[in-house]
């Protein structure tokens, strides 16, 4: 008899075993979005610039953006799309590598979501519009309304409408199909909102805002469901898998709670990571894993079933996080200001831009094989003191506008000094 018992625990236990947790490293910046491809592939967006492919731990990576990459969805039919900080948003196919740029917007596209037969892609932008671009070709449409950034978007199930948040504090819903479409105002609740999921057959939605609410909505007039609000602020990543009936949402304090959506009941409350957000969540094909990406340049996957028996991930401190006093002031310019983007190692690179080793006396937009924008890749900037003090002086957008690096100054002359002190040394 206890041979059977024994035979049968094997059997009950053996689809939690085979869960493990998982790293996918590779990224050289923070994973800002992720999505799951119905083979078990993952996809992650980074703030390194790229779009990564996982099939095991193995990446590929996909090269086309010109800032930080934010959103990513796929279509289901071999192909993926990624939106970004340079208000691109990019189809990719998956098998070929081709991309087709899809111009329009004016501001960051922060989410991306896909019809469910596929046919239309929708982009919320921080230029206050949500874009409606054919998956096959064709003229875009764009949907105003908000007042404020778009943040999030997602179809209902019956094809017929749009529901989109914005930082605005509204959820509205849209008959995108219409010539002209009007929205509707479906939850006011004055804080920005931030993340959106529709449930099963239109049954409900849920939202996740600035202010920490994490709420479940009747998707017709709004009438609230269920609140599972925490004092844990902002909501920043929301997935829903409907075959195992579960809602996660992940926060600014590096939280993920799993709801159980059958029953309206928190399942897990799991510290995910020891420092900073959850800014992206997707579950497995069949809803046993849940992956999340935040601060660190590394996607993590737990067994659902096993997420209080783990530690928060990302116990190592990152460098850029390491208290001031710790460092001279050199060190300490650098590691707020650059290094979250460049590496002193010598190249190759993954983060978002070219390695400084070997930086002084060289001539800018001169490191083989990183993908500069015209303005530097022409340049006849070379690197020295004076260059790099003019740069923090007057800020990149001033000293070289059209450049990709992002709108910094460091406006006291000796901390310019001591940072470019600390280079000299470090870049060699």
Known sequence: MRGWIAVLWCLVAAPVAAQEFTTLKGHGGPVM?????????????????SVGLWQGRVPRWFEGHAAAVIAVAHLGDGRFVSGGDDFDVI??????????????????????A?????????SASWDGSIGLWPAQG??????????????????????????????????????WQEAGAVSRVLVDQGFGINELVVGPGDAWLAYGAVDGATRVVEPEGGVEIADFTLDRRPVLALVNHEGS???????????????????????????????????ALAFSPDGAMLY????????????????????PADAAEHTFLRPPEEMENGERQFMRKCSICHALTPPPSRKAGPSLHGLFGRRAGEVEGYPYSPILANSDIVWGDESIDALFDLGPDHYIPGSKMPMQRITGAQDRQDLIAYLRRATR
């Open 245 to 279: 009936g579960q809602l996660a949402a992940g926060d600014g304090h590096g939280y993920i709670m799993v709801i159980d959506t059958r029953e309206w009941t928190v399942t897990r409350d799991f510290k995910a990571m020891e420092r900073g957000p959850v800014w």
């Open 33 to 49: 979005g992720l999505d799951m491809l119905p083979d078990g592939a993952v996809i992650s967006a980074s703030f390194d610039n």
């Open 91 to 112: 189809l990719w196919d998956r098998e070929s590598g081709a991309a087709t740029r899809l111009d329009g917007h004016q501001g960051k596209v922060a989410s991306l």
């Open 114 to 122: 896909v019809s469910l037969d596929g046919g239309w892609i929708a």
């Open 138 to 175: 064709g003229a875009p449409r764009f949907l105003k309304g908000h007042d404020g950034p778009v943040t999030d978007v997602a179809f209902a199930h019956d094809g017929a409408r749009l529901f989109s948040s914005s930082a605005d504090g509204t959820l509205r819903v849209w008959p």
């Open 292 to 311: 999340a990406g935040g601060l660190p340049e590394v996607v993590y996957g737990w067994p659902v079933a096993l997420l209080d028996e783990y530690d």
